[in-house]
T-cell receptor, first 114, second 115 residues
Framework: AQSVTQLDSHVSVSEGTPVLLRCNYS??????LFWYVQHPNKGLQLLLK??????LVKGINGFEAEFKKSETSFHLTKPSAHMSDAAEYFC????????????FGTGTRLLVSP | GAVVSQHPSWVICKSGTSVKIECRSL??????MFWYRQFPKQSLMLMAT?????????EQGVEKDKFLINHASLTLSTLTVTSAHPEDSSFYIC???????????FGPGTRLTVT
C-alpha cells in the first residue's frame, strides 16, 4: 500500500524566510504526488503535483517541490514566507490503479510570524 | 473550470436525526466521487468512493448503513448521515473526478455538528 509521512506536525518561520515542509513517500509503483493547502475551515487547494514528468515541480504562490526517488522524498519549499501562507499543508500520494484513491499525510501546520 | 460545490456548508442537527450533504460538479461530468471525513486538527480519511449509477465502495471501518451514498447522476452525489450522533460531528469533504478519479477536484467541505 502507498503512504506518505509528513515529518513535522508544526513548522514555524518568520515572514520573509524560507519554508521547508518535509514529506517522504512509500510506493510500490511510480507514484503521483501532490501538495494541498487548507486554510482554516476551508476546502483544499492544490499547490502542485508530480506525475512522472520533471522532478522539480513548480506550483502556485511561489511554492515548489522536488521529487527525489533515491530519497523517497517530495519536500515542499518556498524561498520567502508570507503571512498568508499560514495554513495546514498535506502531502498526498495517489494510487495509480483502480479508482485512483488519494492517501493523505497527517498534515503540517505552517505558522508564520511577523 | 472544474468547480465542485457542497451544500450545505454548515449544518447543525439533533442527535438521532438524519442529514443529507450534496456534492455537485458544476462544469464537468464526474464519473467518480469521493467522500472524506476530517476530524479537528487531523488529516482527511477516505470514507467511500462512488461511481455514477453503481453502489459506493466503502473503506474498511466505515458503516455503510450509517453513511448512505448516492451517486445518481454525473454531477451529483449525496452523503446521508443517518441517525446522527455527536461523534459524527466532523468536516465532510467531497471530491469529484473524471477517469476514475485521475484528476480530482475538491469541494469546500461541510461542517456537521450534532447536538
Amino acid at each position: 500500500a502507498q503512504s506518505v509521512t509528513q515529518l513535522d506536525s508544526h513548522v514555524s518561520v518568520s515572514e520573509g524566510t524560507p519554508v521547508l515542509l518535509r514529506c517522504n513517500y512509500s510506493s510500490s509503483y511510480s507514484p503521483s504526488l501532490f501538495w494541498y493547502v487548507q486554510h482554516p475551515n476551508k476546502g483544499l487547494q492544490l499547490l502542485l503535483k508530480y506525475t512522472s514528468a520533471a522532478t522539480l515541480v513548480k506550483g502556485i504562490n511561489g511554492f515548489e517541490a522536488e521529487f527525489k526517488k533515491s530519497e523517497t522524498s517530495f519536500h515542499l519549499t518556498k524561498p520567502s514566507a508570507h503571512m498568508s501562507d499560514a495554513a495546514e499543508y498535506f502531502c498526498v500520494v495517489r494510487e495509480n490503479t483502480g479508482f485512483q484513491k488519494l492517501v493523505f499525510g497527517t498534515g503540517t501546520r505552517l505558522l508564520v510570524s511577523p | 473550470g472544474a468547480v465542485v460545490s457542497q451544500h450545505p456548508s454548515w449544518v447543525i442537527c439533533k442527535s438521532g436525526t438524519s442529514v443529507k450533504i450534496e456534492c455537485r460538479s458544476l462544469d464537468f461530468q464526474a464519473t467518480t466521487m469521493f467522500w472524506y471525513r476530517q476530524f479537528p486538527k487531523q488529516s482527511l480519511m477516505l470514507m467511500a468512493t462512488s461511481n455514477e449509477g453503481s453502489k459506493a465502495t466503502y473503506e474498511q471501518g466505515v458503516e455503510k448503513d450509517k453513511f448512505l451514498i448516492n451517486h445518481a447522476s454525473l454531477t451529483l452525489s449525496t452523503l446521508t448521515v443517518t441517525s446522527a450522533h455527536p461523534e459524527d460531528s466532523s468536516f465532510y469533504i467531497c471530491s469529484a473526478g473524471r477517469d476514475r478519479g485521475y484528476e480530482q477536484y475538491f469541494g469546500p467541505g461541510t461542517r456537521l455538528t450534532v447536538t
